[in-house]
């Protein structure tokens, strides 16, 4: 009978054969050939040193009490494989990914300094209710207004890019189909090595 290739062997396969990956282009792009953005869990390292730190070993997915945390499929290729991030929902911020880790991939860090990312709005379907601007808990959606304190009809709210943590509350908040708001990684805050938040 043969022998059954588990996840750990195919890891295992990686580490062996990583000379040989190193001989191709390998980079963060889907099967599609689009550039793949990630929304990494909150601590998260600068990408680089997280895609070297981070084993794969899936405890942070274990502990999101939101299971909002996924790890990526291996068509995304062999350098993103298995590794954590954010595909949709709410995070709340409990940071216990972050106490979960057992590399430094994810490093301690306080609620001010948590950025995952930014909403952001379609202008082409949003219908100008305004409810997620009431849903927001750090203030960062407001009604659009010009110089003089009026309000600019059927504009969409404003995002306050450095209140905005990228945690997604109020993308189901939205009434249309599909929602109006979706959370990416940009802005997202980072850390180097040695504590420094970029």
């Known amino acids: 009978m043969s022998k059954k290739f588990s996840r750990r062997d195919f890891l295992a396969f990686l580490g062996v054969t990583g000379v040989v990956a190193g001989c191709f282009t390998i980079i963060n792009y ?60 709410i995070c709340i911020a409990d940071f ?13 860090i306080t609620l001010e300094q948590y950025k995952i990312g930014t909403v952001e709005i379609n202008p082409k379907t949003c219908i100008f209710c ?22 600019i009809p059927r504009t969409p709210p404003v995002v306050n890019v450095e209140k905005c943590t990228g945690c997604g509350t109020c993308v189901p908040k939205c009434p249309t189909k599909p929602s109006s708001l979706t959370v990416t990684p940009k802005n997202a805050r980072r850390i180097k090595v040695g504590g420094v938040i970029v």
């Open 130 to 151: 305004f409810l997620c601007i009431s849903t927001c808990p750090y203030n960062a959606l407001d009604t659009p207004r010009d110089s003089e304190g009026k309000l």
């Open 96 to 108: 216990k990914c972050i106490e979960a880790c057992p590399s430094g991939a994810l490093q301690k």
């Open 30 to 89: 889907s099967a599609e050939g689009e550039q793949v953005e990630l929304i990494r869990p909150p601590g998260a390292i600068t990408e680089d040193d997280f895609l070297a730190t981070c084993l794969r070993c899936r405890k942070c997915v274990e502990v999101c009490p939101q299971g909002i945390i996924k790890t990526v499929p291996l068509e995304y290729g062999v350098k993103l494989f298995d590794t954590p991030y954010i595909e949709s929902g």
